[in-house]
């Protein structure tokens, strides 16, 4: 914790889990392969914060296995608010 710290955006979480934040805000896609803890971050963002963040299967080419996608779904936040 940096005390003094200010940042234009909104900050609710720290490190990591916040950079997976505001990287499905700026539209990227976020590949569930990449970081197991994704999975349970997303569902957090769902639940605690309702975010619209939807799911797909993803096509990055980097792992053999089929696995997810997250992104955020600005469509939907949109005609929630
Ligand atoms: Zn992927």
Known sequence: MIVGYTKPVTQEFSGEKQKALDK???GA?????EN???RRWIFAFKKDQNY???TLECDCGKY???????YYEWALEYRNG
């Open 24 to 26: 499905l805000k700026s």
């Open 36 to 38: 197991e803890l994704y």
């Open 29 to 33: 896609l976020l590949c569930s392969s």
């Open 52 to 54: 619209p963040i939807e």
């Open 64 to 70: 053999t296995r089929k696995h997810k996608a997250y």
